[in-house]
Nanobody, 115 residues
Framework: VQLQASGGGLVQAGGSLRLSCAAS?????????IGWYRQPPGKQRELVAT???????HYAENVRGRFTISRDNAKNTVDLQMNRLKPDDTAVYHC?????????WGQGTQVTVSS
């Protein structure tokens, strides 16, 4: 599975950004849980949100209510709408796909939130 992330950038606190992850390379992408993770500067990577093909979404507590993950099974894309961004949201964001023991990661996209 190949994952192509896009949509990062620089935004002021309180603003919004939308990230997109396009998955390809497998006939079984629908089986994968696809999500977004981030690694803030000097910190460990952490979960942001995940989505199953059946519509189940899971959010980290610190983004719940501000971020929305959506998945288009026909296009094999997973978007992350990020609203009310905070400087603490500054990180490299990665999309990843998981199914059983299979795990794939896309390249990161930088999100920088200025105060």
């Amino acid at each position: 599975v190949q994952l192509q992330a896009s949509g990062g950038g620089l935004v002021q606190a309180g603003g919004s950004l939308r990230l997109s992850c396009a998955a390809s390379g497998s006939a079984f992408i629908i089986n994968y849980t696809i999500g977004w993770y981030r690694q803030p500067p000097g910190k460990q990577r952490e979960l942001v949100a995940t989505a199953t093909s059946g519509g189940e979404a899971h959010y980290a507590e610190n983004v719940r209510g501000r971020f929305t993950i959506s998945r288009d099974n026909a296009k094999n894309t997973v978007d992350l709408q990020m609203n009310r961004l905070k400087p603490d949201d500054t990180a490299v964001y990665h999309c990843a796909a998981h199914w059983a023991s299979r795990e794939y990661w896309g390249q990161g996209t930088q999100v920088t939130v200025s105060s």
